[in-house]
């Protein structure tokens, strides 16, 4: 087993359960659309993946569509559906833990950097992470250019000294296009077989279990 001093996580489903906001907020876009969708669980799909993503892959939208209905997803998202967010049970704990056994904390989310900002201040963790580097539509949408863009900022160039922490299979694979180690944590959105399919390096339930296998 590796020993890593750098400690990327994902938030969306690594962090924060951020379902309810991101669920609700692709409704209310697709709604726009004349989409109507019921079941909230068939939205799931928007939780950890750029959005733009979700509606191509899931609902077949053109790239021209995909962006408006980021915006419409935009306008309910970021006065309401942000809030609509909370914070994984022990995952402070697993924070505060892993500072102590002398990690560098930082986040690399597809959120959009003032968002992820946002979060992590209404839930006082903000000062837990040394860097977040979110997504920025001009310069950086998918997982791969967050993560070089994290390592850029921040003068990292030993692959073998960070590892990623994410609930869907794009931090798996953003990981491994940048060529760093992954843990897929299960107590998110994604599942064993896509995690496997990814090609995660490590595969964990939960907080406890990835705390024994990075601290």
Same mark, same amino acid.
């Given at each position: 087993?590796?020993?890593?001093?750098?400690?990327?996580?994902?938030?969306?489903? @690594?962090?924060?359960?951020?379902?309810?906001?991101?669920? *609700?907020? $692709?409704?209310?876009? &697709?709604?726009? #659309? =004349? !989409?109507?969708?019921?079941?909230?669980?068939?939205?799931?799909?928007?939780?950890?993946?750029?959005?733009?993503?979700?509606?191509?892959?899931?609902?077949?939208?053109?790239?021209?569509?995909?962006?408006?209905?980021?915006?419409?997803?935009?306008?309910?998202?970021?006065?309401?559906?942000?809030?609509?967010?909370?914070?994984?049970?022990?995952?402070?704990?697993?924070?505060?833990?892993?500072?102590?056994?002398?990690? @560098?904390?930082?986040?690399?989310?597809?959120?959009?950097? *003032?968002? $992820?900002?946002?979060? &992590?201040?209404? #839930? =006082? !963790?903000?000062?837990?992470?040394?860097?977040?580097?979110?997504?920025?539509?001009?310069?950086?949408?998918?997982?791969?250019?967050?993560?070089?863009?994290?390592?850029?900022?921040?003068?990292?160039?030993?692959?073998?000294?960070?590892?990623?922490?994410?609930?869907?299979?794009?931090?798996?694979?953003?990981?491994?296009?940048?060529?760093?180690?992954?843990?897929?944590?299960?107590?998110?959105?994604?599942?064993?077989?896509?995690?496997?399919?990814?090609?995660?390096?490590?595969?964990?339930?939960?907080?406890?279990? &990835?705390?024994?296998?990075?601290?």
């Amino acid at each position: 087993m590796k020993t890593y001093p750098y400690l990327f996580l994902d938030l969306d489903g @690594t962090i924060s359960d951020s379902a309810p906001g991101i669920v *609700r907020s $692709a409704q209310y876009a &697709l709604e726009a #659309f =004349g !989409i109507p969708v019921s079941n909230p669980d068939d939205l799931l799909c928007f939780v950890g993946p750029p959005l733009e993503d979700s509606f191509q892959d899931f609902y077949h939208f053109t790239p021209q569509q995909a962006d408006e209905a980021v915006k419409k997803y935009r306008e309910r998202y970021e006065v309401t559906g942000v809030y609509e967010n909370a914070l994984y049970p022990g995952i402070t704990d697993f924070l505060d833990a892993a500072r102590r056994a002398g990690k @560098t904390l930082m986040v690399a989310t597809s959120k959009p950097q *003032r968002m $992820a900002d946002l979060v &992590l201040r209404h #839930f =006082g !963790i903000a000062d837990r992470f040394a860097f977040v580097g979110g997504r920025d539509d001009a310069t950086r949408r998918t997982k791969e250019e967050v993560i070089r863009y994290v390592m850029q900022c921040n003068g990292l160039t030993d692959l073998s000294q960070i590892v990623m922490i994410g609930d869907r299979k794009h931090d798996i694979l953003g990981a491994r296009a940048v060529g760093l180690d992954s843990v897929g944590v299960l107590y998110g959105y994604g599942s064993r077989q896509e995690f496997e399919a990814a090609g995660a390096t490590y595969i964990v339930n939960d907080l406890d279990e &990835l705390q024994r296998l990075l601290l």
